[in-house]
């Protein structure tokens, strides 16, 4: 069989677009309720580059996504329906947090952390949330301080 002069450059392009697509970041998926732990996020704190994409999968109609404005350190905002799968992208390092809108109250709520080891900007520690979801963003950002090794960083949401 003969070779054209082509397939050289006709591997060269396609190996650039492979790779390409894996510039383009990774999908990471947050399932939103499980039958073990129906009122969570899995995983509650979810670690990423940036260019990733989170894929937040709804398991039922009673769940959602929404990103809490005052807990995104960069300029990434969604907001899902009840039942919506949703994909967001984030291209800025920081922490975001996030909540379903139906189960709130029962404190499910979790973090997308972008980068390596982003600040804990004082807004996320401040923000105000009903008890549930207070205490369960102490426990995720206490976590994220020792994952980050930055356990003095920051003060924890009174």
């Known amino acids: 069989m003969r070779r054209s002069a082509f397939t050289p450059v006709i591997a060269l392009v396609a190996g650039l677009v492979s790779g390409g697509a894996a510039l383009a970041g990774e999908k990471v998926v947050v399932r939103m309720g499980s039958e073990d732990d129906p009122f969570r996020f899995h995983p509650e704190i979810t670690y990423i580059a940036v260019g990733d994409t989170v894929v937040f999968e709804a398991s039922n109609h009673?769940?959602?996504?929404?990103?809490?404005?005052?807990?995104?350190?960069?300029?990434?905002?969604?907001?899902?329906?009840l039942?919506?799968?949703?994909?967001?992208?984030?291209?800025?390092?920081?922490?975001?947090?996030?909540?379903?809108?139906?189960?709130y109250n029962?404190?499910?709520?979790?973090?997308?952390?972008?980068?390596?080891?982003?600040?804990?900007?004082?807004?996320?520690?401040?923000?105000?949330?009903?008890?549930?979801?207070?205490?369960?963003?102490?426990?995720?950002?206490?976590e994220v301080r020792r994952h980050s090794g930055t356990l003095a960083s920051s003060q924890a949401p009174e």
Do not use: Q
């Not at 959602?64 to 899902?80: L, P, Q, T």
């Not at 039942?83 to 189960?103: K, L, M, N, Q």
């Not at 980068?115 to 950002?141: M, Q, V, Y």
């Open 83 to 103: 039942g919506e799968t949703v994909s967001v992208r984030f291209d800025e390092p920081g922490i975001y947090g996030f909540r379903c809108d139906a189960h």
């Open 106 to 142: 029962m404190g499910m709520v979790g973090l997308i952390v972008v980068g390596d080891n982003p600040p804990i900007d004082p807004r996320i520690t401040s923000s105000r949330h009903p008890p549930a979801a207070k205490e369960e963003f102490s426990r995720l950002l206490d």
């Open 62 to 81: 009673t769940y959602s996504s929404r990103s809490i404005a005052n807990m995104c350190s960069g300029n990434v905002a969604w907001r899902g329906r």
